[in-house]
């Protein structure tokens, strides 16, 4: 499997093609620990072929998984508990 490791702003253009909004700005909170961030602090592997997936920088849980294929895009986000845009309180 051909991988590569990326901080969250590598993801940019694959979420902008999904959401209507700036996703790397978005606020989440991680379903496993509980964490929260923006995902643009998230870390992105984007490996050839399968997709791309946004983890957890402080427990490795897999926050977003993004697939494109031609004509449709998919998009798991069972790993967030939410994710926030507009002004994100601590």
């Known amino acids: 499997m051909d991988e590569q490791r990326l901080d ?3 993801a ?3 979420l902008g093609e999904v959401f ?3 996703a790397t700005t978005a606020g989440y909170a991680c379903d ?3 964490g929260t961030g923006v ?3 998230a870390m992105v592997y984007e490996v050839r072929g399968l997709g791309t997936i946004v983890r957890c920088p402080g ?3 897999v926050l ?3 697939v494109q294929n031609p004509g ?3 998009i798991d986000l069972r790993g967030t508990k939410y994710l926030q845009i507009g002004e994100i309180s601590g």
Do not use: I
């Open 8 to 10: 969250g702003n590598a």
């Open 20 to 22: 209507a909004f700036e």
């Open 59 to 61: 427990c490795d849980n």
């Open 39 to 41: 995902l643009g602090t």
């Open 64 to 66: 977003v998984r993004l």
């Open 72 to 74: 449709r895009h998919m």
């Open 32 to 34: 496993a620990c509980g």
């Open 12 to 14: 940019a253009g694959a």
